[in-house]
């Protein structure tokens, strides 16, 4: 089964600017996930995402935190304002299914300035 | 909500031997258990999984055992390699929301 890819592979921004990290799918796929995983660190779930709703979120994913899948095109991850700590890997995964298998994302590096 | 536990947080062994990484979990409703395997600078990549329908698991050098009444699941890689080497992370999901908690990994390193 294909993975996504995700878009920009490498970020770099300033504090307080807004990024948008986007992840390509298959078109069929309805289920998924953005996780976060610092330099060193362990991966970290943000939202899970079903049929165009988010169904679950953690408590990292606050009011900065946007996502959206316009017309069944790319999923996107948005941070609004951007803050030092936000720096990080960040991951877009898909599955068949609820909970089912994750197909994780190459990632995309966020380096905030 | 979930707390997993994962231990050994480093793991070396000689090419051969075998390793085995072990999580707790907290939720009973948890009821997926994946395993990854990540590699420097790369994503996670899935080398095994298993519902708590299912008490073990194995594809070739790899297994994986689940004991729900204690809450906890292994990893077990037997014949080692080298290319064995890598960091190690378990979660535990909840599937209906596909909520994930992560471990904080396992760096298994392989000595040939």
């Known amino acids: 089964e294909p993975e996504v890819t995700q878009t920009p592979s490498h970020q770099v921004t300033q504090m307080g600017q807004e990024v948008i990290l986007r992840c390509v799918p298959i078109s069929n796929h309805l289920y998924f996930y953005w996780y976060r995983q610092i330099l060193g660190q362990k991966v970290e779930f943000l939202v899970s995402f079903y049929n165009n709703e988010i169904s679950e979120k953690s408590e990292i994913f606050d009011d900065q935190f946007s996502v959206e899948r316009p017309d069944g095109s790319n999923f996107t991850l948005k941070i609004r304002s951007t803050k030092l700590e936000d720096s990080a890997m960040y991951f877009c995964a898909r599955g068949d299914a609820a909970g089912d298998t994750q197909y994780f994302g190459p990632g995309t590096r966020l380096t905030v300035l | 909500g979930e707390n997993v536990e994962q231990h050994p947080s480093t793991l070396s062994v000689q090419e051969g031997d075998s390793a085995v990484i072990k999580c707790t979990y907290s939720?009973?409703?948890?009821?997926?258990f994946p395993w990854y395997k990540q590699e420097l600078g790369k994503r996670p990549q899935l080398i095994i999984d298993i519902r708590s329908n299912v008490g073990e698991k194995k594809d070739q050098r790899i297994a994986v055992t689940l004991n729900k009444t204690a809450k906890h699941f292994s990893l077990h890689i037997t014949e080692t390699q080298p290319e064995d080497s890598a960091v190690y992370f378990c979660a535990a999901i909840y599937a209906n929301a596909g909520k994930s908690t992560f471990g904080d990994g396992t760096t298994l390193t392989v000595k040939p």
């Open positions: 939720d009973s409703a948890s009821n997926y």
